[in-house]
């Protein structure tokens, strides 16, 4: 199947000089029910990793992205609620498995609420170091990457991306070197 790809982060800043007096958008909390699975699972891991990020103010939709290969995208704009779209393209979603989907959420959640930018850097077997590489984020859910006799534990791989999400300095595991 295709990879997720090109997930882009919009961040648009500035545009509160000539607009003085328009408000801040009130915290808001709006999840689709298909996608608020995923918001919890990123809740438990926050608890998990000592992160006190906040998901109470946050609205998930999902609709057209910038592009027709872009599965999901983060907007953030000075002042207002934090805004993922994720796209109804059946491949992102309806097709998608379990492990995808959260991936996918993951790494907008990566952008919208940890601020976290995209990385490409790669381990020496070729595996990305991050579930924040914009090319492929479904790193734990596919195992596309095993080494010699290494076989793939998709847990143990969601562990390692989900401590790197929310500690970037988190060493190489054996499996990436
Ligand atoms: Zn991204």
Redesign the pocket.
Known sequence: MRPFSL???LILTGLTGCQSSSQPEPIQYSVPAEAEPYVQSFRDEAKKHNSTVSTANLVVTYGATQSEDVC???LLQSGKTPHITLSTDSFCWQQASQYERECLVF??L??CLLGR??KTDKFPNGAFVSL???DN?SVYATCRYPIGGDVCDKRTRRDYYIDELFVASTPTPDWGK
Do not use: S
Request: charge should be negative.
């Open positions: 997930l882009t982060l999901g995208q983060c790494h907008e990566g952008h930018t995209h924040m590489n914009p984020v």
